[in-house]
């Protein structure tokens, strides 16, 4: 799954980069917008223990449920990831509704402001949609993923790239007064 963009490759996480795993995530979290694009904030990411790195990274490495895919720079850099795991028809997803059909949720999506712009989101996207659609089981033809209502930069892209909002506004877990709106991708 490994492919060049603007001299970085795009590929999946190894479990050994957990630390690079950890590095990336925090980095996101001191972005200006954190606040709206993440769950967490950076106090909780960073009091984690390493062994929760370590097995969110051999976990998205497996890829069984959750892929991450990184933008890797020629000088070993991380400058960006989307994360994609799998939600199965009939069990709860993070807001505890319950999901209605077998999809992919995409969750995680960073890249350093220097970057953004360049093609780095798409290029992570479309490995990203890749994996999703190269599953075996389930087959999976639709992707979804939520952005925050102020989140207009992150939004466009999302609209550019062929995710159509489907109406559904909900709350965000960690602030009820904001909402999320949930954008879907359908397979080509």
């Known amino acids: 799954m490994e492919q060049q963009k603007q001299q970085h490759v795009i590929r999946a996480v190894r479990a050994d980069e957990w630390e690079k795993v950890k590095g990336l995530r925090l980095d996101a979290l001191r972005d200006p917008v954190a606040s709206l694009a993440f769950l967490e904030t950076l106090d909780q990411a960073s009091a984690k223990p390493d062994e929760f790195w370590q ?9 069984v449920h959750v892929a991450q895919i990184i933008a890797e720079a020629p000088d070993g850099q991380w ?9 199965d028809a009939g069990t709860s997803d993070f807001l505890g509704r319950v999901v209605d059909v077998d999809q992919a949720h995409v969750v995680g999506v960073f890249v350093r402001p220097e970057q953004r ?56 877990p960690d602030d009820p007064s904001a909402k999320e709106h949930e954008y879907v991708f359908t397979r080509p």
Do not use: M
Not at 55 to 63: L, P, T, V
């Open 79 to 87: 400058d960006g990831s989307v994360s994609v795991f799998i939600e």
């Open 55 to 63: 097995d969110r990274a051999a976990g998205a490495a497996e890829g």
């Open 117 to 172: 712009g360049s093609g780095l989101t798409d290029a992570l996207f479309e490995a990203a949609l890749a994996w999703v659609w190269g599953r075996e089981e389930p087959v999976l033809d639709r992707a979804r993923l939520f952005v925050h209502e102020d989140n207009e930069r992150a939004a466009g892209f999302y609209r550019r790239f062929g995710f159509r909002p489907t109406g559904l506004v909900v709350p965000k």
